[in-house]
């Protein structure tokens, strides 16, 4: 079946601008996760979601970072007023059941902010 | 906190030889799965290989198996038969079975095989 899809590719945007970055999972995965990684780093977590629970927003470095998950499916993580900082690739995975499940990878989505 | 050290950036290797990258990581609990995995160019992460803490046994998977020491918090990658497709950056990455959902990962070692 179909991976994980991210979209879009790649971004470039103007300082200040609100971007919105696109995940589905793979079907009938419970669990979505996003991560970040800066360039020469390893992945940064951000956000967890698992079925119908609270997501575990504990790596979100700033309030202008949110991310929602519709219909226990697609997700959408926004940056709002971006900065130079955000500019990363922002990797989504997706897992068949949180805690034993092991995480499948999108192709990510590079962010650049000028 | 939980931590993943990768203690070799980059490492090279000739083609069909074996080379093994390290990893040591930090976690208070028993029960656990470690994981290797891919990032070639394309960006993609690719799960490698997958090691449940309660498994004594090394995980194998073709050319790819790793050397598990527990006790040591050690988790080392072995590629034998290496191949010019196998170049790539590869992560460690810790999941404790009874925390936290993430994934913690090292920094990556960036692997080049010659030919």
């Known amino acids: 079946g179909a991976g994980v899809s991210q979209s879009p590719s790649n971004k470039v945007t103007e300082k200040g601008k609100d971007v919105e970055l696109r995940c589905d999972p793979i079907?009938?995965?419970?669990?979505l996760y996003w991560y970040r990684q800066s360039l020469g780093q390893g992945l940064e977590f951000l956000i967890y979601?698992?079925?119908?629970?609270?997501?575990?927003k504990s790596g979100l470095p700033s309030d202008r970072f949110s991310a929602e998950r519709t219909g226990g499916s697609v997700s959408t993580l926004t940056i709002q007023r971006t900065q130079q900082e955000d500019s990363a690739v922002y990797l989504c995975a997706s897992s068949l059941e949180s805690r034993v499940g092991t995480q499948y990878f999108g192709p990510g989505t590079r962010l650049l902010v000028l | 906190a939980q931590t993943v050290t990768q203690s070799q950036p980059e490492m090279s290797v000739q083609e069909a030889e074996t080379v093994t990258l390290s990893c040591t990581y930090d976690t208070s609990e028993n029960n656990y799965y470690l994981f290797w995995y891919k990032q070639p160019p394309s960006r993609q992460m690719i799960l490698v290989i997958r090691q449940e803490a309660y498994k004594q046994q090394n995980a194998t998977e073709n050319r790819f198996s790793v050397n598990f020491q527990k006790a040591a918090k050690s988790f080392s990658l072995k590629i034998s038969d290496s191949q010019l497709g196998d170049t790539a950056m590869y992560f460690c990455?810790?999941?404790?079975?009874?925390?936290?959902?993430?994934?913690?990962f090292g920094k990556g070692t960036k692997l080049t095989v010659n030919p």
């Open positions: 079907s009938g995965h419970t669990a």
């Open positions: 990455a810790h999941h404790d079975q009874g925390g936290s959902e993430k994934l913690v």
């Open positions: 979601f698992q079925g119908n629970s609270a997501p575990d």
